[in-house]
């Protein structure tokens, strides 16, 4: 009888031990798996969070020498300071709507007298829906489809390139300031 309880004891001490050793390896493998799905979901995406849809502008001719105040017109909603008192430069981004068909942006140039001049710049485009990946938000590229200009403080507005998309490099939209 005494042999019998001592080999119960030793059957459920070797089996304790395999599954002591089983158990082990599937944590051990389930945390290297968990390392190894983390160091590579989701690092090559590039959402637009990190890499926004932005216009670039160009300005030529002179750099900026008055404050420059840029605020998008929205209709039936308030007005939104994009960029406040920009000076001495000669390039700039902004933010694209993502519905509308038109931009309208208010520029006003002020000089170091104090004196304001506001000018309404309007810019037509296409929007593209854009799909990147389902662990990013929606995304449009846009292509624009024509420009104007009240011409007070723009005297001439053109497009260089039309598509506006993550690359920041592109040179959308020249225009020469009027210098008062």
Known sequence: MQMM???KYAKASITSKKGLRVMLLAVFTCL??????????????DCG???????????QGDSLRDTLTISALRDGKADTILINSLIKTSKFSLPMSYGGAQDRLRFVLTNAAGQSVVDTITISKTNISH?????????????LTAVSTTGRAVSQININNPNVD?????????????QH
């Open 131 to 143: 799909f990147e990946s389902v662990d990013c938000a929606p995304a449009f590229f846009h292509k």
């Open 49 to 59: 969070v990190h890499n926004p849809v932005m216009a670039n502008y160009v300005i």
């Open 32 to 45: 290297t798996a968990g390392v190894f799905l983390s160091l590579t979901s989701c690092s090559d995406i």
């Open 5 to 7: 309880i001592n080999d």
């Open 166 to 178: 993550y690359d920041g490099t592109k040179e959308n939209i020249y225009l020469r300031l009027t």
